[in-house]
């Protein structure tokens, strides 16, 4: 599990290409925040995302003036959008986490130059999901009912329905990522506060990076808070998507009933992460000139992070396909077929080649370090991804047990915007984030150089 | 080089091996003979108790298989030390093949409602759901044709992996780590639906009208955690004398706690996560599985299983010291690998039974399979350096400890 001894004897790409120094790392990171012109296209794409972000709270009011109506769900389908968009953004929210905590644990130092933005991804990809359940309710403004308060109404949450587990999972996720993406920040905060011209700039990182003076005690807070925090936050990478599939499995529905749900929602959430962190890092690499940080030996390792998780997706289909025919039950059979044959078939041959076929060009070594090919397979996943999702929620609930409650799902343009909003949201606050903060962690890149390896 | 001077015999295990080989071998033919006596008294419970072992034993060996080929893909010196350890545990498997033909010639009806003439089933549901499921999946034959092909598929996993480890052996130094990784990476998916389908197969179908889509994943967890932990059994026998005295670093014997942590939490989630579907679920073909298991005095078996197999030995493995020291870890290792025993005996025994009973066959069978699986074990482990002399990451175990 050693990476250094790895490194020695492998032919694979370095986790920093050679030549650089604490000094160089500093500069090179900090410029694009401090000294770096804001470009014309930065504006133009900050722009046209701020104004789909518009579009979502149009969306959004118009929903509170005239109510869910104006979706497209109906009842038998009662889950249309909003929770295939908030399984989606969940999933995409879980890649940060598992970059930061669990790589960290498992000492693998190739995570350093990816895990910042990837923790901010995560944040944006979570606040993007939270707006769904909430706007689904109907009466968003009552939200707080979720909470076990003590009421003069009597009214308590019902603790049996995973419902009420989202709340807590998602809510103590967000905070724990923000918390641990907010103190991995701290001494870079401190750097761009010694480095800044700008007054205001020094003031405000100054008062965000909270009297940090890099004294040796304070490395080893930091270091043991750190290490506590991703104790802390490995559990939740587990434990927020497999809540996700209580909200499934737990019913009787056909095609949500099923005990792989947790595992299977689990690797399906960090196989659509790696896929997001993808297709920012490639993109991001190239306008700031960031391979010699993010090298192909980064774009590597996520392909295999892909590659495997996909493959935990493909055994969960395989295995949920058998299952239904080996059991006999006539309903799971009936799912599978409305699956392959029913009105929303196109679909699901769509997720089989967007999830398992078309990702298996991984295998070759070649296209995992070609970033447009990796780029490419990453938007499949996404999309095969969100079908996964689509296929659960809405063609499970299509046609269940009897078919005079058999209906259709058609998503109206509210429905659309909503959802394009959100991303329109994410990528406007990526925009925001690689401009005002260093989305390379610079100090944990100092520690890949050759000049921090101490000897014992 | 600087393995280059270091000579193969003095990487051979210790001779202590070989004792513990033949009284393993004494043990296991004494218990045979035992085994094999009651098999003529009493059939049926012996076949109970021989699927038993039959999985607890195989667990060892495919979960060793498992482990071996994650280290070929990860790579690190924690697999390296115990790499011919596990090597040797998956090299029983012709052994476990050899083992299953008497479940094939003579304990299938005895075992398994569905190969027992339909006409004698009483329960009208359960007939209508068997007429059609031997027709197509659960028939004798087709039972018989899988297993060909799982062990099929996990000798010739066995076979390379220890042919061009092997090569290793003899100078020159040689870099397999690229052909090794070939073979791990699609290994393991292979393993992966095999070990499914064989659980499906061999122990879900003693209840035909029960599924569970998690339990291959299950029946997995289980496999590499035995593995792991009959790992430290081992290392902690030969860490007493050369040349695995040198070679044990706790850095090392860290890493393999770290694992049986891994796994005893992935066990406990995937266990839990099926409890609570079925039980919320609720639904009749389900539920009746867990109505067996938590009735009668089974009941207490689980809940047993909860609190050590689970809750006592996450807290213990949560110690940094206590993973670290291999003497003290080996009693936890052995804890769990009973423990391992119990789970299975916990999925198979209440199908047959509708209180909690323990048959003599439950006892004097798993000896006598381990004893002769062991005296196996051991004349592997024997059989070739502890080490590949030759492999390049074989320098890094031989280096002496930093600490």
């Known amino acids: ?456 | 080089m600087s393995t280059a001077h270091m000579r193969n015999p003095d990487l051979m295990a210790p001779l202590v091996v070989k004792t513990i080989g033949q009284r393993s071998l004494v043990v296991g033919v004494i218990f045979s003979v035992i085994a094999v006596a009651g098999a003529f008294a009493q059939p049926a419970v012996f076949f109970r108790g021989y699927l038993l072992s039959f999985m607890a034993w195989l667990g060892v060996a495919l979960g060793s298989m498992a482990v071996l080929m994650l280290r070929h893909m990860t790579g690190g010196g924690w697999g390296m030390v115990i790499r011919r350890i596990m090597g040797a545990a998956m090299r029983t498997l012709p052994f476990m093949a050899l083992l299953f033909v008497p479940i094939c010639l003579f304990g299938l009806p005895k075992l398994y409602v569905w190969a027992r003439p339909l006409e004698s089933i009483t329960d009208k549901h359960l007939r209508e759901h068997l007429q059609e499921i031997t027709r197509s999946y659960l028939s004798v034959n087709g039972f018989i044709l899988r297993a060909v092909i799982y062990f099929a598929i996990w000798n010739a996993l066995s076979f390379f992996l220890t042919k061009w480890s092997r090569e290793q052996d003899q100078p020159p130094a040689r870099d397999h780590s690229a052909r090794f990784r070939a073979l791990a990476g699609p290994g393991l998916i292979l393993y992966g639906f095999t070990i499914s389908f064989a659980a499906i197969d061999w122990v879900m179908s003693l209840d035909p009208s029960w599924i569970s889509t998690i339990y291959g994943l299950l029946v997995l967890a289980g496999q590499v955690l035995s593995a792991i932990c009959f790992a430290v059994v081992v290392e902690r026998i030969l860490v007493r004398y050369k040349p695995m005295s040198e070679m044990l670093k706790p850095d090392y014997v860290h890493d393999h706690g770290k694992l049986m942590l891994t796994f005893v939490m992935v066990w406990a989630y995937f266990e839990f996560s099926q409890w609570l579907i079925i039980w919320a679920g609720n639904l009749p073909e389900e539920i009746t599985w867990y109505m067996r298991r938590l009735n009668g005095g089974w009941g207490y078996i689980g809940l047993f299983l909860v609190v050590f197999h689970f809750a006592v030995p996450f807290v213990m493995l949560l110690s940094r010291p206590f993973k670290r020291d291999v003497t003290r870890l080996v009693w936890l290792a052995i804890w769990l690998m009973v423990m391992r025993y119990l789970d299975i005996f916990w999925n198979i025994e209440p199908n047959f039974s509708n209180t909690l009973t323990v048959t003599w066959a439950d006892v004097v069978v798993p000896v006598a399979m381990g004893g002769l699986w062991l005296a196996y074990f051991f004349r592997n482990l024997g059989s070739m350096p502890l080490l590949p002399a030759y492999d390049l990451d074989a320098k890094e175990v031989l280096e002496p400890a930093h600490e």
């Open chain 1, 1 to 456: 599990m050693d990476e250094r001894s790895e490194q020695a004897g492998g032919k694979q790409a370095p986790v920093i290409e050679p030549g650089y120094t604490f000094g160089s790392v500093t500069d090179k990171i900090s410029a694009i925040v401090l000294t770096r012109p804001t470009s014309t296209s930065w504006f133009i794409g900050f722009g046209a995302f701020f104004l789909v972000t518009m579009m979502l709270l149009y969306a959004i009011g118009y929903l509170l003036v005239r109510g869910t109506g104006i979706w497209g769900i109906n009842i038998p389908i009662g889950w249309g959008f909003a929770i295939v968009n908030f399984v989606w953004w969940i999933g995409i929210g879980h890649a940060g986490t598992l970059i930061s905590a669990i790589l960290l644990l498992l000492r693998q130092s190739w995570r350093n130059s990816i895990n910042r933005f990837a923790e901010a991804m995560t944040l944006f990809a979570v606040a993007s999901a939270g707006i769904f359940p909430l706007i689904h309710m109907g009466r968003p403004w009552l939200a707080y009912w979720m909470f076990p308060y003590p009421s003069t109404m009597g009214i308590w949450p019902q603790f049996r329905s995973p419902l009420v587990w989202d709340v807590f999972a998602v809510s103590t996720y967000f905070t724990v990522s923000l918390l641990f993406w907010f103190i991995g920040l701290i001494p870079d905060l401190a750097t761009l506060r010694d480095r800044s011209e700008n007054r205001w700039a020094r003031i405000i990182y100054g008062i965000l990076a909270m009297g940090w003076r890099g004294s040796a005690r304070h490395w080893f807070r930091y270091e043991t808070a750190y290490l506590l925090l991703a104790g802390l936050a490995t559990p939740l990478v587990l434990s927020v998507h497999t809540v996700v599939s209580f909200d499934f499995a737990v019913g009787i529905v056909p095609g949500w009933h099923t005990t792989i749900f947790p595992p299977y929602f689990v690797a399906g959430a960090i196989y659509s992460g790696f896929a997001m962190v993808l297709m920012l890092a490639i993109p991001i690499r190239k306008i700031y000139a960031l391979e010699d940080f993010i090298t192909e030996r980064h774009l590597e390792n996520s392909a295999k992070v892909m590659l495997a998780t996909g493959l935990i997706v493909a055994y969960g289909y395989i295995i949920e396909g058998f299952m239904g025919w080996y059991s006999g039950n006539r309903y799971d059979a009936f799912t599978l077929w409305n699956r392959l044959h029913g009105p929303y078939a196109f679909f699901y041959y769509m997720l089989i080649a967007c999830n398992i076929v078309i990702p298996q060009v991984l295998w070759i070594r070649k296209l995992r370090t070609k970033p447009v090919a990796l780029f490419a397979v990453s938007g499949v996943i996404l999309v095969g991804m969100w079908l996964e999702r689509f296929i659960i929620v809405v063609v499970s609930l299509q046609r269940d047990f009897l078919n005079s409650s058999w209906g259709m799902y058609y998503p109206t343009r509210w429905d659309w915007m909503t959802y394009v909003g959100t991303i329109g949201m994410f990528l406007a606050a990526m925009f925001l984030f690689v401009r005002i903060l260093p989305m390379i962690s610079i100090f944990e890149m100092r520690t890949l150089l050759p000049e921090a390896e101490v000897k014992e």
